[in-house]
């Protein structure tokens, strides 16, 4: 919520311009991260939100964690306080569908 520049704490004097980093290249940045601090982790299933975008963390085929990458600055923010994570159930694949707004 951070970063959301529709609803979160951006959402007054949000960036100007379109966002610097699509998709792929938000991706990357944060590929790169994970390279740097969590070496053997990938990114997974990547979610876009006004502003940033949100990506699990996977490892050995298991997701493990969450980041976000700022779609103006490219800045990575790896989400530590989520806990362990448990699963995600259908109710929630559909809330974060294109089209929909996180509430």
Do not use: C
Not at 17 to 31: H, N, Q, S, V, Y
Not at 41 to 65: A, K
Request: hydrophobic share 35%.
């Amino acid at each position: 919520m951070m970063w959301n520049t529709e609803f979160g704490h951006m959402q007054v004097g949000a960036p100007a311009g379109r966002p610097a980093f699509g998709p792929e290249r938000a991706r990357a940045a944060a590929e790169e991260y994970l390279n740097q601090q969590l070496p053997g982790s990938r990114t997974g299933e990547l979610t876009e939100f006004p502003g940033y975008y949100t990506l699990d963390v996977v490892r050995d085929g298991r997701t493990v964690g969450m980041l976000s990458v700022n779609a103006y600055t490219g800045q990575v923010w790896y989400h530590q306080w989520h806990g362990t994570f448990i699963g995600e159930t259908e109710a929630d694949e559909a809330e974060h569908a294109p089209g929909k707004s996180a509430t």
